[in-house]
């Protein structure tokens, strides 16, 4: 099924929370929606599932005007960030409300339930309680629930916002797998750049309510939009000069035992490490390299820079640009 | 989403708009009623100074203000051992334990009353200490379920930290538990309070004719000397301490919001704290026991020996009553049921506005709580005389019992309302449930138990209410406090016997009814 958001915006008690956005959603894409906390996300979400209505704009489905249509008669299915199971039943009463609800027959029903917990790899939990599950369970549960009604537009929220460590990853592998199986039409609400990058077609960057950026996550990371999104997407070197900033990529700064800078501090991430480097003149810079030798911290090293990685982009002052 | 919103309003209309049309008239125009008669005569205002100034009255004033608070406290003395083990331990049998010491509470004054009858010996039943071992008694349960629900809410490390740090166990109690304590501990008293202050039933009973309180002068002066001026002026007097209580125990209880948090279970007692547990609870069931008990037994004693027959007269015409007495155990059966129908149509509809923040709404359905039962009946007596009278139609005593009951199944839904999830209604409406349907299937089981708390609880209450239906009640339709009231005041063992028998009979309802309730709370082991 095909989202359309035609120029939506919502306004709460005089706060506008989400400001004029316009985004196609194509039938079997994904789209992550990618923004820090208090950016209108979750409110976005909320238009899309009909539990919010927006105070202008439209939303449309398959081209179809469905902005006042009640959230059970949309077809959208809704994953929460905390699962919201229903605690007065099971796990098969759970995935089976939708179609209970809907008015299925009870083999259409055994059905839609057993196939959804299949797809969450969750086929022998049927009759637990749900209190028993843990975090990573209960949210293939709330999964499973949306599956099983089958919906045109999965809608998921900071769905792994709850999890850690290597739960969250492998939920993320599964969610991948899951998506490109069913080729479902999805839109993803994560404040994590990662999830975002690992689980889009392409990256809608909120700020503030406003889309600051549309992008397949290759087309983000190479061009963000301006210093803000550079600097949310994780880039470091960003040296603000008048209405330009100049941005430069941490990879493409070279340090080696020398004159002209020391380092100041050394972190190791995986299989990166991270290298602060003041240069003589008071500027800092950050390097990344995949080098297991490497400077130590307060050693003198020569910064080389290749051009290749530096690249100029608008300042965002917050006020005028969007 | 117009015609929604629509319907949204209409109900938001209904929920306020119900209660308060039902508290207007059967609340404050009665009160209003009481106001009048006690401050105007002849159609001039007319303070009563005379009434307020007599000694009577300030005799009656100084003896209610003292056992209400020589009650209040010999209570929190004895409910803080049973607190304390039920609040930091777990034990076999715990909830049994936690269900039956609520049952005092919801036993009619009336029967609690009786039972001190029956268990203290001859010359020690019509005494101050009667009245008060009658009042700790009733009480417990409060103390116990108020401090005990705070302390075992309490962080057990703050305890642990202080020890760390070289508090011995006393010093621990006196310096982190009971300042910690404290908001819980003046909330209960203050509620145990209240209930003392305006005690009827019990003092009405234990009290004779030498001991009297406000609510119990009140009744005297309106129903045995017809001073309507007198009654009125001491039902203002009344309500001025009542409020003034109340606007105290609130300030406490909105200090108390937010304290108590729920931990994981509580460990079982080891070494020492066994047997002091075991005393606490051991010591605790049978001197709430004792009473019941004794009443049972007294009820069964016929001369020297044991038998059925207080019983048996229970279907013998006698001259107390105009009907035979087991008519007034049907009498209080349809009653309540009324009752109970009433509190939960206005109760729920009033507990989702109060849920929904409306807490003005929340401070006046308190209110006749506060009022005081004997202040309802008088005040009912004198609104709805002619040209509304009322007093000779049936409905009238369910509707006085479903006003005293209403603030009890608004105190049980409300929690259950506010911890009502909004975002399981909206996924229910993503997954394609209609608002009818989010209610049918999620909201309603969700408040299953709690409904049948409120209602099992307005149902003990409708049963056992006494100060304001022995002003409504019809004398050929009396209920069963009504009826043991008339039988204990009249003399012979025989009509004792047969008021005993009643309040064995009521006594077994309401508990039956209670634990009901209350096991659809503590059952599915949510403890």
Redesign the interface.
């Known amino acids: 099924m095909r989202l359309a958001l035609d120029h939506v915006g919502v306004t709460l008690d005089g706060t506008r929370i989400v400001d004029d956005v316009a985004i196609d959603v194509a039938a079997g894409e994904r789209l992550a929606v990618l923004g820090p906390s208090g950016s209108g996300k979750s409110t976005l979400l909320r238009v899309v599932a009909g539990l919010q209505a927006p105070t202008s704009g439209r939303v449309l489905l398959d081209g179809r005007d469905v902005t006042h249509v009640p959230p059970y008669r949309r077809g959208v299915g809704l994953v929460f960030q905390d699962a919201a199971l229903f605690p007065h039943r099971d796990v098969e009463g759970n995935v089976g409300f939708g179609p209970k609800v809907a008015g299925l027959d009870e083999d259409e029903r055994r059905t839609r339930i057993s196939e959804a917990l299949a797809l969450v790899g969750l086929g022998d939990s049927g009759q637990r309680v749900v209190g028993t599950l843990s975090g990573g369970e209960a949210q293939r549960v709330a999964l499973a629930r949306s599956l099983a009604m089958r919906p045109g537009v999965l809608l998921l929220d900071e769905p792994l916002g709850s999890l850690d460590g290597p739960l969250r990853l492998r939920l993320q592998d599964d969610l991948r797998a899951l998506f490109e199986r069913l080729s479902l039409t999805v839109v993803h609400v994560t404040h994590d750049v990662g999830e975002a990058f690992a689980l889009g077609d392409r990256v809608a960057i909120l700020r503030e309510g406003r889309l600051a950026q549309v992008a397949t996550p290759n087309e983000l990371w190479a061009r963000p939009a301006d210093d803000w999104v550079a600097r949310f997407l994780g880039l470091r070197n960003i040296v603000r000069r008048g209405d330009r900033a100049t941005v430069t990529r941490p990879e493409a700064v070279r340090v080696r035992p020398g004159q002209g800078a020391i380092v100041v501090s050394v972190d190791r991430d995986g299989p990166l490490v991270h290298l602060r480097v003041r240069r003589d003149d008071g500027s800092e810079l950050e390097s990344v390299t995949t080098e297991a030798v490497h400077p130590g911290a307060g050693e003198r090293v020569t910064v080389e820079v290749e051009p290749s990685g530096v690249f100029q982009v608008p300042v965002w002052d917050g006020a005028t640009s969007g | ?1 117009d015609r ?1 919103r629509r319907a949204l309003t209409l109900g938001g209309v209904a929920t306020v708009g119900v209660p308060v049309a039902f508290l207007a008239v059967f609340f404050a125009w009665p009160l209003l009623a009481i106001l009048e008669r006690s401050l105007v005569s002849d159609g001039k205002l007319d303070l009563p100074f005379d009434v307020l100034t007599r000694r009577s009255t300030l005799d009656v004033a100084w003896f209610t203000l003292w056992q209400a608070t020589a009650s209040t406290a010999l209570t929190l003395v004895a409910a803080l051992p049973l607190a304390w083990a039920l609040a930091r331990f777990s034990f076999r049998g715990r909830a049994l334990v936690e269900a039956l010491v609520l049952v005092p509470f919801v036993l009619p004054t009336v029967v609690v009353a009786t039972a001190f009858l029956a268990l203290l010996p001859d010359g020690a039943e019509r005494t101050v200490w009667a009245i008060l071992l009658a009042h700790v008694f009733f009480n417990v349960a409060v103390v116990v379920r108020v401090v005990g629900a705070f302390w075992a809410g309490l962080d057990p490390r703050l305890d642990d930290a202080a020890a760390t740090l070289g508090a011995t166990p006393v010093q621990r109690h006196l310096r982190v538990t009971a300042p910690l304590l404290a908001p819980a501990l003046a909330s209960a008293a203050s509620i145990v309070f209240l209930f003392c202050f305006t005690s009827f039933g019990v003092i009405v009973v234990l009290g004779g004719i030498r001991y009297a309180t406000l609510e119990v002068e009140i009744y005297n002066q309106a129903a045995r000397l017809f001073d309507l001026r007198a009654a009125a002026a001491l039902a203002l007097l009344q309500l001025a301490a009542v409020g003034a209580t109340v606007l105290v125990s609130g300030r406490l209880e909105r200090r108390l919001g937010g304290a108590a948090s729920r931990r994981g279970p509580a460990p079982r007692p080891i070494g020492r704290d066994r047997i002091r547990v075991g005393l606490a609870v051991g010591c605790s069931l049978a001197l709430l026991a004792l009473p019941p008990l004794a009443l049972v037994l007294r009820s069964l004693e016929v001369g020297d020996g044991y038998g059925l027959d207080h019983y048996a007269s229970l279907l013998d015409e006698t001259p107390a009553l105009l009907v035979v007495p087991w008519h007034a155990l049907l009498n209080s059966l349809l009653f309540a049921g009324a009752a109970t129908a009433i509190a939960l149509v206005v109760g729920i509809l009033a507990a989702v506005a109060v849920a929904r923040g409306r807490r003005g709404l929340d401070a006046l359905l308190m209110l006749p709580l506060g009022a005081s039962a004997v202040m309802l009946g008088f005040g009912f007596l004198l609104a709805f005389d002619d040209p509304w009278d009322l007093r000779t139609s049936a409905a009238i005593v369910p509707i006085v019992q479903a006003l005293v009951a209403i603030p009890f199944v608004v105190r049980s839904l409300v929690p259950a309302l506010r911890a009502l ?1 909004v ?2 209604a ?10 009818w ?1 989010v209610r049918r ?2 909201e309603l ?2 408040l299953a138990r709690p409904l049948a708390v409120a209602a099992g609880l307005a149902f003990a209450v409708a049963l056992g209410e006494f100060g304001a239906t022995v002003f409504v009640a019809r004398a050929d339709r009396p209920t069963v406090p009504v009826a043991i009231f008339r039988f204990l005041g009249r003399p012979g063992a025989d009509n004792v016997g047969t008021a005993m028998a009643l309040s064995v009979a009521l006594m077994v309802m309401v508990t039956a009814v209670a634990l009901a309730s209350e096991r659809s709370l503590v059952g599915r082991g949510s403890r």
């Open positions: 989403m929604d999830e975002r399981l909206e996924a229910a409406a993503v997954l394609g449930a209609s608002p349907q299937e999620v089981p969700l």
